[in-house]
């Protein structure tokens, strides 16, 4: 008979146990976080989650995260969208049979607001499967309660992108206007980035602005689902910036730059003022703030370090670049 003991998900968040040294990275450690981490949810081995933000509370280099998320997915234990922001374990449920049926009807609210992808897909057809497998009860709930996805979206996304590579406007480059007020204390000692504007193809078809002002509603439910802004609206400001940065960028570069941002301590609460800067407006505000979010996500800042100790390092980095670069 298998042995299970209770774990508390708050444990994650208790200062003794954040103050104790972190967890190496490897495959078996990441593999105890998808089952017991604060990301989890009831529907057993299907979670929400970026690569960028679990490395970040794991206080793991991406490219260690990587490495150990590379071991679990070759034995088969886990798949991973994350341009969608999902993670699924397809064997949890074998081994987390829900107690009742009512259990099942309770996924119903969390499994609609996982995003829509062809992974979301496939987990339905594995759970449904052992629901009818579990009994007419069990079939019966998860029949009136679980709505079957559709991955028709993800299926036509790369040829999507392709046509909007083929569609994409000109960039024009101006200088910051009067509007550009450096509230981001981080970013704004440096010299600010031109800001972007756009000025659209003559011969551009009909149907390009639909498919761009597709791709602005997918960065901005990208960037409401990571940082749990659910209840934030796309107002024209928010549309304009993130057209401009589309002009730019591809979609996925400014999803990868909204994620980078996770891993800056001091644009998630660590600074003087203990305040968070995770609006979209500043992530996507000029090439250079989406610059600084790609670059966090490949190369994290340092934490428990001032913004002063930050730039000094930064700064003998390049120099030791150079002299490396003359040899």
């Not at 209770?6 to 003794?16: C, I």
């Not at 280099?61 to 679990?72: D, G, I, Q, S």
């Not at 999507?160 to 960039?171: F, L, M, S």
Request: hydrophobic content about 40%; some cysteine; overall charge neutral.
């Amino acid at each position: 008979m298998a042995r299970y003991r209770k774990f508390d998900l708050r444990t994650w968040n208790d200062q003794k146990f954040r103050e104790l040294s972190p967890l190496p990275p490897s495959g078996q450690s990441l593999w105890i976080v998808f089952l017991l981490g604060p990301q989890t949810t009831s529907i057993p081995g299907l979670f929400e989650a970026s690569d960028v933000a679990l490395a970040h509370r794991l206080r793991w280099p991406l490219k260690a995260f990587r490495e150990a998320f590379r071991e679990v997915s070759l034995k088969g234990m886990a798949k991973a969208d994350w341009a969608a922001g999902l993670v699924w374990l397809p064997n949890a449920p074998r081994y987390n049979k829900p107690e009742s049926p009512n259990v099942i009807r309770s996924w119903a609210s969390i499994f609609d607001e996982i995003p829509e992808c062809d992974l979301k897909h496939q987990a339905y057809q594995v759970l449904k499967g052992l629901a009818e497998g579990w009994g007419k009860g069990y079939a019966e709930a998860f029949r009136d309660a679980i709505r079957e996805p559709s991955s028709k979206a993800t299926a036509n996304q790369e040829q999507e992108q392709e046509q909007e590579q083929e569609t994409k406007p000109h960039v024009h480059l101006r200088a910051p206007g009067e509007g550009d007020d450096g509230t981001d204390p981080l970013i704004g000692e440096a010299a600010q980035g031109e800001l972007l504007s756009v000025r659209s193809e003559a011969g551009a078809p009909p149907h390009a602005g639909r498919r761009v002002g597709d791709a602005v509603e997918r960065v901005f439910a990208h960037w409401q689902r990571l940082y749990g802004h659910q209840k934030a609206v796309l107002d024209a400001k928010r549309r304009k910036i993130i057209t401009n940065a589309l002009a730019a960028y591809s979609e996925a570069d400014l999803c990868r730059a909204i994620e980078g941002y996770q891993s800056s301590p001091h644009h998630m609460g660590q600074n003087d003022r203990a305040t968070m800067y995770d609006d979209i407006e500043l992530f996507l505000r000029d090439a250079r703030h989406i610059e600084a979010g790609l670059k966090f996500a490949t190369a994290p800042p340092r934490a428990g370090v001032s913004a002063l100790t930050r730039k000094n390092l930064a700064a003998a980095e390049e120099f030791m670049r150079r002299v490396e670069g003359r040899k």
